[in-house]
């Protein structure tokens, strides 16, 4: 892949100035540009994606907002600052600062084709670093116009590119000698993605996807519980890795929330038309995927209270609510990346947990209760990256907020300060001060030297405290 090979070599050499430039003022004027033109580049991901114009500006807005926090925070977050020498160390300084990697390459997803994307490439941007960004070959078009942008709004070497195609250039940047891969994707093909990276031993971050839990409590209100459910579950066509995709209600408030949120479902109607709720499918393969889902859950005894199998007629799924479904059922244990929910009773917030966390993915999870200390001690006992509390997605629209999983959700941090550092390489350095009172590092050491920081060191690590297991 010559196209992905020179795009690395030029950002190899454009990284060199970007790191030395004004890399915070050159991003705000992207941001401007991003910002102006908005509706024009919301028309392209409504083109490409099949979502709403106005889902296609929340997102860019939101996306614009991670911009902007992290091209004026990069260089708090990121400068060289002093930290303790520590009593060994006493004759030296010390320091700790963040350095570019280099080149980062980004593979993006069709779901969020700005948003999800520049969770990455604002702050590997922020941070230093040169950007080659392959968009899914579901979304070139979103991937282009995000590159003009920039062209038209820096003027410099080629910071940012972009190369267009499909699982082959993927693989050709894991393997064109890039310093790190940012990829958002299926479990499965990050599998892939990560074993290409290995060859070259080049570190990735992965977003993978989710099977979120919510978590409804007796006391919740329910009306803002169902409407954040229909709202995680069925916006964007439920294709949100960080929705709704599993609901467990304490059985106190099951019938009555079951019966609100198919009261929303049930006047849901996807459309092409602009003000339609939600678009159709991006992708083609992924009704039939839905549909099995729908179909496992309905044959192995769970209900279905709003839609079924015939819900799916591509390119549309219209909402389907699924109640009592087994936990073995795929429509449980598989991300089904539609607008469908499961809704399950619970006996109380204790199993609640315990069938939350029965998944081997660990992205997004969300809380109703009106006891804000039970919310929080729920969500520090919750195996998920991100928590809402009453609310879905809250953590989405905050900058300051790092985001992502463990197990099959991926690993690695975007957003926020963990998002900068993510994309930097620590750099440590300690310099004498002055002469050390207590020479040790020397092959000339002193005997009693040596004696006298042996009682030193016993006085102030083997006193003060009873040993490990003691009584």
Known sequence: ???????????????????????????????????????????????????????????????????????????????????????????????????????????????????????????????????????????????????????????????????????????????????????????????????????????????????DAMIVAADANLDAAAEAAAFGGFGNAGQTCAGVERIYVERAAYPLFLAKLRSIAENLKPGDQDLAPYGRMTTPEQPAIVRGHVADAIARGGRAVVGGVESVRPPYISPVILAEVPEDSTAITEETFGPTVVVNPVDDLDQAVELANASRYGLATSIFTRDRRTAFGLVRRLRAGAASINSVLGFAAVPALPFGGLGDSGFGRVHGADGLREFSRAQSVAWRRFPAPLALMTFDRDAAVLARAVRLFKIRHARGGRAAGSR
């Open 1 to 211: 892949m010559t196209d992905v090979d020179t795009a690395v070599t030029q950002a190899r050499e454009a990284a060199t100035w970007w790191a030395t430039a004004d890399r915070k003022n050159h991003l705000l004027t992207w941001k401007r540009h991003l910002a102006t033109h908005c509706d024009e580049l919301a028309d392209v991901i409504r083109a490409e994606t099949g979502k709403p114009h106005g889902d296609a500006l929340l997102e860019i807005m939101l996306a614009v907002e991670h911009l902007d926090w992290a091209a004026r925070n990069a260089g708090r977050v990121l400068r060289r600052r002093r930290v303790r020498s520590g009593l060994l160390a006493a004759d030296h300084g010390a320091a700790l600062e963040y350095r570019p990697l280099g080149v980062i390459g980004v593979i993006g997803p069709w779901n969020y084709p700005v948003y999800t994307p520049l969770g990455s490439i604002s702050y590997a941007l922020a941070a230093g670093n040169a950007v080659v960004f392959k968009p899914s070959e579901h979304t070139p078009k979103t991937g282009l116009w995000l590159a003009e942008a920039w062209s038209v709004s820096v003027t410099g070497p080629p910071v940012l590119q972009v190369i267009t195609g499909a699982g082959e250039t993927g693989a050709a940047l894991c393997r064109a000698g890039v310093d790190k891969i940012a990829f958002t994707g299926s479990a499965t093909t990050a599998r892939k993605v990560m074993a290409t990276c290995a060859e070259t031993l080049t570190p990735l971050v992965v977003e993978g996807g989710g099977k």
